[in-house]
């Protein structure tokens, strides 16, 4: 069983550029996540989905994009990156979204933008 | 606004006892977790408290008290593979995790 798997490892990008990042679970999760971490600062919460088919806004949602089209798969998407955007970025999954859900953690992407 | 609060950095020596403290303040509450996180690796879950008192698993115990917004993790018997950063996350009203900047624990000889 893999977990979480998020593709790619790392990626250094031009300003301007489009760039999706990969997330897939095999946990059968119903709760997906994405999140970004930067030095000094806690995770923050990009964008969610409760359940296949819908997608909520987190903390720090500009500038990004997602779909959940499965149950299995949550791509992120920088429409146009933008050198702030340089950050790492982890996907997560959780059975449900309710009180005592533990967040499960994909390796992490290092995105840098140039 | 939504706010937790935790040490930076903290140093302890292996084979001893560390405390790590965490105070918030959310817009609701939902439960404190904690996870741990080694350098150019992803969180994993620690532990998970919703009500005050104290949550013994093996070399780690969690507090919380929810009147004071505060919790706090302590380590003993600390190992060299306990160097790490560790994480206070609040699951809030809408059961959205606010994090914590994290703690990066040092472990000497």
């Known amino acids: 069983i893999a977990g979480i798997t998020q593709a790619p490892t790392s990626q250094i990008l031009a300003a301007g550029r489009r760039m999706t990042l990969r997330c897939t679970q095999d946990?059968?999760?119903?709760?997906m996540y994405w999140y970004r971490q930067d030095l000094g600062l806690g995770l923050r919460l990009i964008h969610y989905s409760n359940t296949a088919g819908t997608t909520g806004k987190g903390e720090v949602p500009d500038g990004y994009s997602v779909s959940r089209a499965n149950t299995d798969d949550f791509p992120l998407t920088l429409a146009s990156a933008v050198p702030s955007q340089t950050s790492v970025y982890f996907c997560?999954?959780?059975?449900?979204?309710?009180?005592?859900?533990?967040?499960?953690f994909g390796p992490g992407t290092r995105l840098t933008v140039l | 606004g939504q706010n937790i609060d935790q040490p930076t950095e903290m140093t302890a020596t292996e084979g001893a006892i560390v405390q790590i403290n965490c105070t918030y303040q959310t817009s609701g509450f939902n439960g404190l977790f904690w996870y741990q996180q080694h350098a150019g690796e992803a969180p994993t879950f620690l532990s998970y408290?919703?009500l005050d008192g104290l949550e013994e698993k093996g070399r780690f115990s969690s507090f919380l008290s929810r009147s004071k917004g505060y919790s706090y993790l302590l380590l003993k018997e600390l190992q060299m593979k306990d160097s790490a950063s560790y994480l206070c996350a609040v699951k809030d009203s809408n059961y959205q995790l606010i994090w914590g900047a994290g703690t990066k624990l040092i472990i000497k000889p």
């Open positions: 997560a999954s959780s059975e449900g979204s309710g009180d005592n859900r533990e967040q499960f």
């Open positions: 408290n919703v």
């Open positions: 946990m059968r999760h119903n709760a």
